[in-house]
């Protein structure tokens, strides 16, 4: 400063002016705070703030009044009957004691924790026959034969070496240091000590003290030791459920030393992440605690798969997982053996492993920090990495992708392929952390295929049988790695189709009766997995969704939230600029998440949005019947900009459309698959998201990829790409039927009908149902019988049988084409290779005939007579 400013009066000046700049930030975010506070009183959200009670089984009631037992009051999980409330600190601290114990304990019965496998491994994996394992030494076989099948392949997997070494040294550069630290928010909360967070931010221009803490932070990856002060952590407990406070809907926050907590990230979870994006070693169905990936995405998976089963008319079963504590029942051997088979040196890991082992438990609640405990024991140890540390996403990444290297490549799954067979998606189902579904489709027989309800029936059971295979496999394999599934919170749905008239509707389940049980552990006793309708709306990764596609039950609890919101706003004081932020910062972000998967139409959304923006208008000074243009319209035309749901969703869409397109991986392939399937069924060769979609609505099956034409037609915005295969005409003059029809002006229902005949048929052109030389209709195709003498090449959707009255439909559309029998512009010559295939063909040149058979092709040449005044042709 004064090298910069000579003079004391200039040195003065200059120090003036920086306080008064840190007085009016510090004055800026004192009102941003209060401001926030008061919002959140006026809006009811003061639920934070740490926890004040827990609820407990009343152990003094234990039977109903008509003497049913309420349940073991050791188990809360099912616990039936009263609880009592616990606000004493002390009475809290030891009934969250007693709960945390067992939620850390709860991996205790799986088969690493057990014996032979715990001694032999250790609690760190680092054992000197862990080591010899992994170099080969193959398990004996008295331990390895009393095994399950899934434990047994986990072990295989282990001992398979590794496709990539990471050899890297476990130090941490002051680059790396300054970086981390550089970016970290200052509120972070840390462990016991009074190393705050701020202290280490504070030493960054300082190159000698950063040298010091980095060759400090070092020394226990290096030589293999725990820190004393690194092995205390503060549980901080929060209850899972607003409003609810049962002792076992609780989450637990670790909170570690700060420089511990980095050195994970800096030496671990950063550059292995890295490491396995790069050489693409995680499993692509897995969306969690990796960089890049969005939850959204995984939801769209389910949507697409579920709207490919709709167009495609396909049996198919699924499967939604739920797991119990994942992070908390991460067994450290298992992490430990992966990472040495990678190359990790031995001291970085025992340093890891001792500090989770080791750690010495404190509970905090809204009381403060308790004086009590706990820690692992030799009777009772602990297990897990704990949410709250950088190291327990990366933790549990590598514990899914030893499940995924384990997972037996027999199993079926869903397979979904375009219409032209050259986009194939082939995958088990999706992933986020441990929410995990598990999906089978059934498999599709080539060439043309008339559903039937006892086929259909067959189908449903093989499905049924497949997803039980896979499911029943996944649970073996993630109770064998430290895990469980919560057999009664997950739930299975089947999607099986029954025909009338050439319409589907999806079977309930008492059109299609079926059961799925699964075991648990080392429990043979079977438990039914719930089942759940194609039309129920379930929850998953923060958004709902149905098999049917139907928003019904999104749009009621949207509309709900937008009602909740209204009545608080108007019964606040909040000024005009609170009430602003209270509806940009605090309501209309619950409503935005799950808009790119969403299919509401505008007027849906202006109904959900109706009562908040009734109440926020006026609370914003002013009126609520103000032109829509100023509320949602830039400010650079005098507009607000306040957000309009309908925009958000399409815009939304686009954008998980276009990156997930440029991106690649999965999402990519199932969303070109649905577009084609789309594109094959709208018939036209021009690409649908550029057609008119009002001719179109009402006889196109409703999808995500409809929602989004529709928007784009609104707005008016061309899609161009390269990635589809769109069919194109087959010969000179060649035309699409669809198209043909909506020119000439049949109307929806009608062309609904035509439709079901033309893939019924499975034509796309013109060409397709006229005979050899172009100049007249196949007779073939006027009647509800298949040509099995021209066989299409693609693959299309399944297709009963329309209805007589489609069948009229579809002879009156086609009659349209030509005039006394002949086409009134005949086709010319092929310009591509057809997609049908012809059993029977005649060379031209010299009139021979060839019929194809499933062993190949047969020859038939012509019998002839040729005279001196004439040539006379016999058939063949």
């Avoid at 054992?127 to 392949?153: K, S, W, Y």
């Avoid at 915005?717 to 005409?729: F, G, T, Y």
């Avoid at 009134?824 to 040149?845: A, C, F, I, M, Y």
């Amino acid at each position: 400063v004064f090298s910069k400013f000579p003079t004391i009066e200039k040195a003065t000046g200059f120090f003036g002016e920086q306080k008064e700049r840190q007085l009016k930030a510090l004055s800026n975010r004192e009102s941003a705070r209060a401001m926030h506070s008061k919002i959140r009183t006026a809006l009811k959200r003061t639920h934070g703030g740490g926890t004040i009670r827990v609820d407990v089984p009343d152990a003094a009631e234990l039977f109903s009044p008509e003497g049913k037992p309420y349940g073991d009051p050791e188990n809360p999980k099912g616990w039936k009957g009263p609880w009592s409330i616990i606000t004493e600190p002390e009475e809290m601290e030891r009934h969250i004691i007693l709960a945390n114990t067992k939620q850390y304990h709860q991996a205790h019965t799986t088969p690493f924790a057990q014996e032979p496998l715990a001694s032999l491994f250790g609690p760190d994996g680092t054992t000197q026959f862990a080591q010899n394992f992994l170099a080969g030494t193959p398990m004996p076989p008295n331990v390895f034969n009393q095994l399950q099948p899934e434990t047994q392949r986990i072990l295989n997997a282990l001992q398979t070496p590794a496709s990539h070494r990471y050899d890297k040294e476990a130090v941490i550069r002051p680059s790396k240091f300054i970086s981390c630290y550089k970016t970290l928010d200052e509120k972070i909360s840390s462990s016991l000590s009074t190393r705050h967070v701020g202290h280490y931010k504070s030493i960054l221009d300082k190159p000698s003290l950063v040298d010091m803490h980095c060759h400090m932070m070092t020394l226990p990856y290096k030589h293999g030791f725990p820190v004393e002060r690194w092995k205390r952590a503060v549980d901080v407990v929060l209850p899972k459920d607003e409003g609810k406070h049962y002792i076992h809907r609780h989450r637990i926050i670790r909170l570690v030393e700060s420089d511990y907590n980095q050195t994970l990230r800096i030496l671990f979870a950063r550059p292995l992440g890295f490491f396995f994006e790069d050489n693409e070693e995680l499993p692509e169905m897995q969306y969690g605690s990796r960089a890049g990936q969005m939850s959204i995405s995984a939801v769209f998976n389910k949507v697409l798969s579920f709207d490919l089963a709709r167009l495609l008319k396909i049996v198919m079963a699924t499967e939604e997982n739920d797991a119990i504590g994942c992070y908390d029942r991460i067994m450290q051997q298992l992490v430990a053996l992966y990472l040495l088979r990678m190359g990790i040196l031995v001291a970085a890991i025992t340093c890891v492993c001792r500090t989770f082992d080791e750690t010495i438990h404190h509970i905090k609640t809204a009381h403060g920090i308790a004086n009590k405990t706990y820690l692992a024991t030799k009777e009772v140890p602990l297990y897990g990495a704990g949410q709250g540390t950088t190291g327990g996403p990366l933790f549990w990444l590598i514990i899914f992708s030893l499940l995924m290297e384990a997972f037996d490549p027999t199993m079926r799954g869903m397979t979904f392929c375009s219409p032209c067979k050259t986009i194939v998606s082939t995958r088990y189902g999706d992933a986020f952390v441990d929410d995990t579904k598990f999906g089978v489709t059934v498999e599709q027989p080539p060439g043309q295929q008339d559903p039937s309800e006892e086929q259909t029936q067959i189908q449903a059971q093989q499905v049924l049988n497949d997803l039980t295979r896979i499911s029943q496999h996944y649970e073996k394999l993630l109770f064998g790695s430290g895990g469980a599934l919560n057999i009664r919170k997950c739930h299975w749905i089947l999607i099986a189709w029954k025909w009338k008239d050439g319409k589907a509707t999806m079977m309930t389940s008492a059109d299609c009766p079926g059961q799925l049980f699964l075991t648990s552990g080392f429990s043979e006793v079977p438990e039914e997995v719930p089942r759940l309708e194609p039309n129920t709306a379930y929850r998953t990764l923060g958004a709902y969704i149905t098999v049917t596609g139907s928003m019904k039950h999104s749009l009621a609890l949207n509309r709900r939230k937008s009602v909740e919101y209204a009545g608080l706003l108007c019964s606040s004081n909040l000024s005009r600029c609170e009430a602003y932020f209270s509806f940009v910062l605090y309501f209309y972000p619950k409503i935005r998440y799950a808009l790119p998967i969403s299919t509401f139409t505008q007027k849906e959304c202006m109904f959900i949005q109706a009562p908040a923006m009734s109440a926020l208008l006026p609370k914003m000074g002013l009126n609520r019947h103000t032109s829509k243009n100023i509320i949602y319209g830039p400010p650079q035309y005098g507009g607000l900009q306040l957000q309009e749901m309908y925009t958000d969703q399409g815009i939304g869409q686009l954008r998980l459309l276009i990156g997930h397109l440029r991106r690649g991986g999965e999402t990519s392939r199932l969303l070109l698959i649905a577009i084609s399937v789309m594109q094959q069924r709208v018939g036209s060769r021009v690409l649908f998201f550029n057609l008119p979609y009002p001719k179109y609505e009402g006889w196109i099956e409703a999808t995500w990829l409809t929602s989004l034409w529709k928007f784009l037609h609104i707005t008016g915005v061309l899609i161009e790409m390269s990635e589809v295969p769109i069919p194109r005409a087959q010969r000179d003059k060649d035309f699409f039927l669809m198209s043909e029809f909506i020119y000439l002006g049949f109307k929806k229902g009608d062309l609904d009908l035509i439709n079901q005949c033309r893939i019924y048929h499975q034509v796309l052109t013109a060409a397709d149902i006229m005979v050899a030389d172009g100049t007249r209709i196949d007779p073939a195709y006027t009647t509800s019988q298949r040509n099995l003498d021209r066989i299409s090449g693609l693959q299309w959707p399944n297709q009963g049988c329309p209805s007589p009255k489609a069948w009229r439909q579809w002879n009156l559309a086609i009659q349209h084409l030509v005039h006394k029998g002949k086409l009134n512009d005949p086709l010319g010559k092929w310009t591509t290779r057809p997609h049908q295939e012809w059993s029977w063909v005649v060379r031209l040149e010299d009139k021979v005939l060839f019929h194809r058979h499933s062993t190949g092709w047969e020859r038939y040449d012509p019998i002839a007579k040729i005279g001196v005044t004439r040539r006379s042709q016999k058939p063949w």
